[in-house]
């Protein structure tokens, strides 16, 4: 009752587009549903987003949900996950990931799902990780245990944006700590995160989680820039 009242005087709109959802839509519309840029990655083993990290990392496979474009649909909807708090969004990308990896035989034997850490200045300003209902989601579909204290954060990493690709995996590189290591140990891993750009955090989150013995890694991102 309460939550019908709440939507008749503030009803749930479109993170796309901001019409108004209708009773059997959620967080994004049908219309832009149809319209998002979907990879379709996750259906070959040799994509873009593994070959990031040729020469880089060692993945044992690797996947994007969509296309990022600047002032494009993914750009709206990641902001308003990120800047505007809309949590929801996190768990219906990994849903909708979740649901593709489990048909995948090659996901099918995952153990563990890992988001890519925040630091914990930015968690307390941002309130939330924006990966973790993406990651817990993910886990679910695939029965695979979400691990969230593996990998710590231990800078802030503002300026990364303004450094180019060399410089930045040079800073990079010491920012991320390991704990509670056995929990991952002799495990196939799924690391994941919201955005791929140059690749550089996730090929350090990599280099860190390797250090553990027997670790297999993969990786599934919400998007990749194009």
Not at 76 to 91: A, D, M, P, V, W
Not at 118 to 136: I, P, T
């Given at each position: 009752?309460?939550?019908?009242?709440?939507?008749?005087f503030?009803?749930?709109?479109?993170?796309?587009?901001?019409?108004?959802?209708?009773?059997?839509?959620?967080?994004?519309?049908?219309?832009?549903?149809?319209?998002?840029?979907?990879?379709?990655?996750?259906?070959?083993?040799?994509?873009?987003?593994?070959?990031?990290?040729y020469?880089?990392?060692?993945?044992?496979?690797?996947?994007?949900?969509?296309?990022?474009?600047k002032?494009?649909?993914?750009?709206?909807?990641?902001?308003?996950?990120?800047y505007?708090?809309?949590?929801?969004?996190?768990?219906?990308?990994?849903?909708?990931?979740?649901?593709d990896?489990?048909?995948?035989?090659?996901?099918?034997?995952?153990?563990?799902?890992?988001p890519?850490?925040?630091h914990?200045?930015?968690?307390?300003?941002?309130?939330?990780?924006q990966?973790e209902?993406?990651?817990?989601?993910?886990?679910?579909?695939?029965?695979?245990?979400?691990?969230?204290?593996?990998?710590?954060?231990?800078?802030?990493?503002?300026?990364?944006?303004?450094?180019?690709?060399?410089?930045?995996?040079?800073?990079?590189?010491?920012?991320?700590?390991?704990?509670?290591?056995?929990?991952?140990?002799?495990?196939?891993?799924?690391?994941?995160?919201?955005?791929?750009?140059?690749?550089?955090?996730?090929?350090?989150?990599?280099?860190?989680?390797?250090?553990?013995?027997g670790?297999?890694?993969?990786?599934?991102?919400?998007a990749?820039?194009?």
């Amino acid at each position: 009752m309460f939550h019908d009242l709440v939507s008749l005087f503030y009803p749930e709109t479109c993170n796309c587009c901001s019409t108004e959802l209708a009773k059997n839509e959620k967080t994004v519309c049908t219309t832009c549903l149809h319209e998002l840029p979907v990879t379709n990655y996750h259906l070959y083993n040799e994509n873009p987003v593994k070959k990031v990290f040729y020469g880089r990392a060692e993945i044992e496979n690797a996947t994007a949900l969509l296309y990022f474009r600047k002032k494009g649909m993914v750009q709206t909807l990641i902001h308003n996950l990120k800047y505007r708090g809309h949590e929801q969004i996190s768990t219906f990308l990994g849903e909708w990931v979740g649901s593709d990896l489990s048909e995948i035989e090659d996901y099918q034997s995952l153990d563990v799902v890992i988001p890519v850490p925040l630091h914990k200045l930015k968690l307390k300003s941002r309130g939330f990780n924006q990966v973790e209902g993406f990651a817990r989601k993910i886990a679910e579909k695939l029965d695979a245990e979400y691990v969230d204290d593996v990998l710590v954060k231990k800078s802030p990493g503002n300026t990364q944006a303004l450094r180019n690709r060399l410089s930045r995996w040079g800073n990079m590189e010491e920012t991320f700590l390991l704990e509670n290591s056995e929990k991952i140990q002799n495990k196939n891993v799924l690391l994941v995160d919201d955005i791929i750009t140059t690749g550089a955090t996730l090929e350090a989150c990599i280099e860190k989680i390797q250090q553990i013995e027997g670790v297999k890694v993969s990786i599934a991102t919400m998007a990749i820039t194009n």
